[in-house]
């Protein structure tokens, strides 16, 4: 059984996403990466290294209700569609505007951030050009849409490294408990159009994993779900802790401590960036909207990555005077406010 209790640790990322990772590597993205790991265990707040992986967001809009999601809430779905008309999608071109500075280090790109990536209607576009730059691309999906075989087949031919299906329930009823708005019947079809197109078309990818988030009303189906993924057409599956839970913040609370008492730096301000469909870029996912660095659309990547903001952010990890210097959002996330 995979199970993941604290999806934010570095290395656990790592492990998830290496088998997607390998095919992409060049001797330029390992330098890269070996210098990236040497300036973030050294709190370089200046690096010459680029990120080795980011989140890019295809879209902000989902039409699911999740309750441990911003999406909950019909006040800021509407706060959304008042946003340049409720159209809200990354385009082919502004992605390339985005990731054409650092394609050569890039491994790995997650379409993904607060909507559900398969609204974008140009999804399948925006992985073909990451797949056509040796870039692994993956992203997360509730599934739960209407695709015809056309949308299927491309999607599988797209170079897709792996899709994470959200599917916290081995039954309908247990799953209809938190997607809240999501057709579990619907998602099972797509799962199983899925496999059998990639069958047909002799290819191994995309990996369709199954993400189960574990909850009191469903944690007595883990046992049917690992007798029954393969059979349902997953490849592989990872049992996810709710992040409301006591279990959760437990774990946080002690990776927090450790990491405050070794003084180690977030690898967010060196590993990643996340950017979001209209190009604004922010320094994690966690307190997002906090802090703007810069648009990625408007002004070269690079140079936001290297700013002025961004080594700031970097210097509150410095060792000699960790805290100190630390912004208000990263000491509220590792538990020092």
Known sequence: ?????????????????????????????????LINEIEMQLSIASPKSFPPYIKVEPTPLCHLRCPGCLQKDYDFKKSLLKLNNGIMYLSLENLKTIIN???????????????EPMLNPRLSSLI???HNNNIAVNFPTNLSIKLSDDQIVRLVKSGLDCIEVSLDGATEDSYNMYRVGGDFKLVLKNVRSLANTKRDLG??????????????????????????YKDMGFDSYEIMCDNRSKNYKDVTEKDNKN???????????????????????????????????????????????????????????????YGQKMESMCKRCIGMN
């Open 1 to 33: 059984m995979k199970r993941i209790s604290s999806p934010n640790k570095r290395a656990d990322y790592f492990k998830r996403h290496f088998s997607t990772f390998i095919p992409h590597l060049t001797l330029k993205k390992i330098i890269n990466l």
């Open 101 to 115: 500075p650092i394609r050569n280090t890039l491994i790995g790109v997650s379409l993904s951030h607060y909507g």
């Open 128 to 130: 073909e050009y990451l």
């Open 203 to 228: 290819t191994k990818r995309p990996r369709i994993v199954w993400k189960f988030i574990e909850f009191e009303h469903n944690k007595n189906e883990i046992e049917m779900l690992s007798r029954l």
């Open 259 to 321: 990491m405050i008492e070794a003084k180690k730096t977030c690898y967010w301000l060196w590993n990643t960036i996340t950017v979001r469909w209209d190009g604004s870029v922010r320094p994690c996912c966690t307190f997002s909207d906090e802090i703007n660095l810069g648009n990625a659309i408007e002004n070269d990547i690079k140079k936001i990555w290297q700013s002025q903001k961004y080594k700031s952010l970097r210097e509150g990890f410095n060792k000699k005077y």
